[in-house]
Structure formats: C-alpha cells, structure tokens
Antibody, heavy 120, light 105 residues
Framework: EVQLQESGPGLVKPSQSLSLTCSVTGYSITSNYWGWIRKFPGNKMEWMGYISYSGSTSYNPSLKSRISITRDTSKNQFFLQLNSVTTEDTATYYC??????????????WGQGVMVTVSS | DTVLTQSPALAVSPGERVTISCRASESVSTGMHWYQQKPGQQPKLLIYGASNLESGVPARFSGSGSGTDFTLTIDPVEADDTATYFCQQSWNELTFGSGTKLEIK
C-alpha cells in the first residue's frame, strides 16, 4: 500500500525558509509524480508543485521564485523548500502522489499533512 | 487561473440524494476531480476525469459534467459522509475549489 508521511518543523519565523520532508513507503518515487499541496485556514487549497519520476519539476507560477522541490531516491523521500516565508504561508502542507492520465492529473494518495505556522 | 466555485455548505438527511456542484470560470473539458476530506484527515480521491470512480470508493458516489459545470452525487447519503468535498481541475494548471461542507442531519 502506498503511504506518505510529512515531517518538518511546525513553526517557522518570517523571512526564513520552510523545509519539509515527505517519506514514501510501498511505492518508488522513481515512478509517477509527487507533489505538494497546502490548505490555508479557511479551506482554500493550493497546488504548489511536483517532482517527476525523472527528477524534473513543475511549480505553481505564483510560487516559482520561492519554491524548490528535490528528492533523495536512495531514501525514497522528496522535499519541499519554500523561501522567504510570511504569515500568509501559514497552512497545512500535504504531500501526495500525483497521477497523470491523458490530461487528467489528480492526487490519488495523500499524507496526513503537517501544520506549519509562520510567526515570530 | 481557472477559478472553481462551490456552494459553501449543504445539510441533508440520511438516505437522501445530494448533489454537490462545482462551476469552472472557463472550460476544463473533463479534467475535473473530486475529493472528500473528513475532519482531521487527509483528502481522499473519489472521482477522476469527471465521472470515473476511484477504486475502492462506494458506488453511492458518482460524478458528471464537462466543460464548466460539474456535479458530485451521493445517493443514498450515509451519516459517515459528513465531510468537506473539494473539486480540482487539471485542464489549466491545477486549481481547487473552496470546498462544500456536507452535514448529515
């Protein structure tokens, strides 16, 4: 069974970088695509970006200057780094497997999510 | 960005049929997908490609629509269906709706 688990600090100071890890079991990250999504207080959800089976990346244009998604295939993990955070980056962050078929791109397995608060 | 609009909330009784709508600001063809999120849990994929039932999801759930108007139907509704339901489109980048909170009376 495919399982994903996010980890990382729950509190980040403004202007610093937010770094999260997604550990995947039951499936290799060298197959499929793997993404990050966040849910803000009030329910708005935002796709942040993904990393492909080959290591290529795609990012939400609204975040492109601040975001980086990388991976460690030996540990079957992928990572999110978001730079220069503000209080508006306070959200629950999810990692998910991203499946692509025709033009249907959707998230079929999700981690439990990790709440990150940006505050001094 | 393609904006997806959902009604904020619905309340129905067990055994009834409920339809949850999602309207796109521009055509997304059949690139619409539906998720269920129960309190304290991660989202769960229910429907992909507008009308395809994800493996393991009860047949009480169904999806329809194309272009700009989409519907998730639950028939019959059960108490365990209390959750927020999100739509997500994949035709123009990836965007999500704001969610419909379903209450079972």
């Amino acid at each position: 069974e495919v399982q994903l688990q996010e980890s990382g600090p729950g509190l980040v100071k403004p202007s610093q970088s937010l770094s999260l890890t997604c550990s995947v079991t039951g499936y290799s990250i060298t197959s499929n695509y793997w993404g990050w999504i966040r849910k803000f207080p009030g329910n708005k959800m935002e796709w942040m970006g993904y990393i492909s089976y080959s290591g290529s990346t795609s990012y939400n244009p609204s975040l492109k200057s601040r975001i980086s998604i990388t991976r460690d295939t030996s540990k079957n993990q992928f990572f999110l780094q978001l730079n220069s955070v503000t209080t508006e980056d306070t959200a629950t962050y999810y990692c998910a497997r991203y499946s692509s078929y025709i033009y249907w791109d959707y998230f079929d397995y999700w981690g439990q999510g990790v709440m990150v608060t940006v505050s001094s | 960005d393609t904006v997806l609009t959902q009604s904020p909330a619905l309340a129905v009784s067990p055994g009834e049929r409920v339809t949850i709508s999602c309207r796109a600001s521009e055509s997304v063809s059949t690139g619409m997908h539906w998720y269920q999120q129960k309190p304290g849990q991660q989202p769960k994929l229910l429907i992909y490609g507008a009308s395809n039932l994800e493996s393991g999801v009860p047949a009480r759930f169904s999806g329809s629509g194309s272009g700009t108007d989409f519907t998730l139907t639950i028939d019959p509704v059960e108490a365990d269906d209390t959750a927020t339901y999100f739509c997500q489109q994949s035709w123009n980048e990836l965007t999500f709706g704001s969610g419909t909170k379903l209450e079972i009376k």
